[in-house]
């Protein structure tokens, strides 16, 4: 297949209506094969939108608002837990598809327990450990269905975009299915994820064409963590790629807790709607990333992502309702070039063997280093910009835009794109 030429509007248009090719029949027959991909994320991102978007105010309603903080913490100790174990046993012992219907019916049931847990007004720690259980099985679920689709995608760097922008739909379509419901603040929306959950593990039984992993003998416990992933910090562009993901998951872990505050701050009262202008962003760049990644090297991809970054945050600075909406629908660039073009160079630069870990690991420095530290250090800065209840929003976002930069600045230093010993692939 051809790489869509910038000049020819008949192979533009074609890619941007499919993201992989120009000709009506080849859509149809590529998006047929890869039917099964599509759904797996599209329900994917609906199971996993249906509990976090209504989470806080729901706690909020059923009177657990202390605990809030606490609750959307237990998603970042668990990536430091539970994605390598899991990724290993993907690796090694099982298919990932396999790990992953398991995963999904635990979620499904932690779900309704949870929702009961809040119902019932049961004890704040009690709603915590059972809020912690299920962090612990949904957040390694990402990195399986990433690791599910490269292995069966021929060219990741043209078809993997637009089969992760069906979890973006997914994602939108499960907080429209919540406000359909009137449950924005109801644990009706937790029985609706659940229900969601089963739903994916029957999806699963359709996944075709994976490859049962090598048996691997008697396993130690180093391997049996999936600790032996740390093994792929050795390399130096694996060890820059992955610093880099989780030093500018830090600051980029305000985003969401705080620009809804400075949007209503700005007098936007529907801030979850402005906010969705960066998943509009969101979905072109991951339909256009082919494109770029047929052109460009990778080096330049991610450094265009953090680009997007510095730039959306020193837009927020200027404390005005025009340049912060235009900040939330970067947001969409930012994410998409540098957290969906990592899974490509894993996919690319990583052996096979080693791909659900490295998966994984990736989770884990993005979602459990990076935004453990972002969540206590972001809201610590935002404690220290605000006095008597009123925030110095320019001085709150030009210290996050610092942070960027300086992420920015070292990526660009340390990575060379050199292949290293595992897989090669142009960079």
Not at 35 to 42: E, K, N, S, V
Not at 402 to 407: L, W
């Amino acid at each position: 297949m051809r790489i869509p030429e910038w000049g020819r509007a008949d192979d533009v248009l074609g890619f941007f209506a499919s993201g992989v090719c120009a000709g009506p029949v080849q859509r149809f027959s590529w998006w047929a094969g890869h039917a099964d991909l599509a759904l797996l994320f599209l329900v994917h991102g609906m199971a996993m939108a249906t509990w976090y978007v209504p989470l806080s105010p729901v706690l909020e309603a059923y009177g657990f608002s202390e605990v809030r903080p606490l609750a959307f913490a237990t998603s970042a100790v668990a990536a430091l837990v539970s994605p390598l174990v899991f990724g290993g046993i993907a690796d090694r012992q099982m298919r990932p598809s396999r790990v992953l219907r398991g995963l999904a019916i635990a979620a499904s049931v932690l779900t309704v327990v949870a929702a009961w847990a809040i119902q019932a007004r049961a004890t704040s720690w009690g709603v915590l450990l059972v809020i912690q259980a299920h962090a612990l099985v949904a957040v390694p679920t990402w990195s399986l269905t990433y690791t599910i689709a490269l292995s069966r995608l021929k060219d990741s760097r043209r078809e993997f975009g637009p089969i992760r922008a069906l979890g973006t739909l997914g994602w939108m379509a499960g907080c429209w299915l919540v406000s359909l419901m009137d449950a924005d603040a109801s644990v009706r929306a937790s029985v609706a994820g659940a229900a969601i959950w089963v739903v994916l593990a029957l999806v699963l039984q359709t996944v075709r064409g994976e490859v049962p992993p090598e048996s691997q003998g008697k396993l130690s416990i180093r391997q049996r963590l999936g600790l032996d992933a740390l093994g792929l910090l050795v390399l130096p562009d694996h060890r820059v790629v992955f610093m880099t993901a989780a030093l500018i998951a830090i600051p980029l872990s305000a985003f969401y807790p705080f620009t809804p505050l400075h949007l209503r701050a700005l007098g936007l009262t529907h801030s979850s709607a402005w906010m969705s202008l960066g998943q509009v962003t969101e979905l072109i760049a991951m339909f256009g990333l082919s494109v770029l990644l047929g052109r460009w090297r990778l080096k330049w991809i991610f450094a265009c992502g953090l680009g997007f970054a510095l730039v959306r945050y020193a837009l927020c600075t200027v404390d005005s309702v025009p340049w912060v909406l235009t900040g939330v629908t970067l947001h969409g660039f930012a994410f998409t070039l540098f957290f969906i073009t990592a899974p490509i160079y894993l996919n690319e630069r990583i052996e096979a063997a080693w791909r659900g870990r490295a998966q994984a690991l990736m989770t884990l420095m993005t979602l459990g280093v990076g935004n453990m530290l972002g969540y206590l250090g972001c809201g610590a800065w935002f404690t220290r910009c605000t006095e008597a209840g009123v925030t110095r929003w320019p001085l709150f976002w030009g210290g996050l835009t610092g942070a960027v930069a300086m992420v920015l600045l070292y990526f660009l230093w340390a990575y060379s794109g050199r292949t290293g010993n595992h897989k090669t692939a142009s960079t």
